[in-house]
């Protein structure tokens, strides 16, 4: 239905923020730097899925740097369905960095094809010719003046359709998502070791100002080679 004469439409509901995390039985969140040491199979099978349901996928830069990420890959069978759905072949990595201090050459920047190319969000801080650099080898969006205003971002990006975002990390983006009241659900794989880094799932939740404990309801559990797969919801979700 059109708007009335003057009047704009109003902006849709922002999108679905799903986070998928792994942590060992100590909550540590890698191994040498890397999420690899705690994965098994069925997590894996698990992280590709989520991706195959994703409009865009969405990281922290520090995460990025850690893991050399690269475009998203999926099977043959994976995108045949999104394409048979009128989606793209494969969603897009957004990162989010207020410094813009990327190495644009590793996979994600290099390899990007048109239709998939790497977003990066930032803020007007990164300054000028920080944006203007970046733009050579990144979609650029722009929100915020000291600080990436992440509320702001997911409402561009479901301006865009991206209407199913997953986050990956790492633990500043998952406790500033949690502490803003944005994420809706969270997959985490709990992995039966201990001894990795000492870097906890989520950060940032502590100190002045700080949220109150934020409740997730536990939606569904399942076993399988020793690891625990976690799905829970927020409160603040809307899960009809």
């Keep these: 239905m059109a708007s009335p004469a003057g009047q704009t439409e109003p902006d849709p509901p922002r999108p679905w923020v799903t986070a998928n995390m792994v942590a060992g039985l100590d909550g540590s969140a890698a191994v040498g730097g890397k999420v690899a040491g705690l994965s098994n199979e069925a997590d894996r099978a698990l992280f590709r899925s989520l991706r195959a349901e994703a409009d865009v996928v969405l990281v922290g830069a520090g995460t990025v740097r850690a893991e050399r990420y690269g475009p998203v890959t999926l099977t043959d069978d994976q995108v045949a369905v999104r394409v048979g759905a009128g989606r793209s072949a494969r969603p897009p990595v957004a990162v989010v960095t207020r410094s813009l201090q990327l190495d644009w050459r590793i996979p994600l920047f290099a390899r990007s094809p048109t239709p998939d190319r790497a977003i990066v969000i930032t803020c007007a801080a990164a300054g000028a010719g920080a944006i203007g650099a970046a733009s050579e080898h990144a979609e650029v969006v722009v ?44 997959r985490l794989t709990l992995a039966p070791v201990v001894g990795g880094d000492p870097l906890p799932i989520v950060s940032g939740l502590a100190g002045p100002g700080a949220p109150s404990l934020t409740t997730f309801d536990l939606a569904d559990v399942r076993r399988e080679d020793g690891h625990l797969f976690l799905r829970y919801l927020t409160g603040k979700a809307d899960h009809a």
């Design 143 to 186: 929100v915020g003046d000291d600080v990436v205003d992440l509320a702001a971002a997911l409402a561009e990006l479901g301006r865009r359709g991206l209407r199913r975002v997953l986050t990956e990390g790492g633990p500043a983006l998952l406790g500033e998502l949690i502490s803003l009241g944005l994420l809706d659900e969270l």
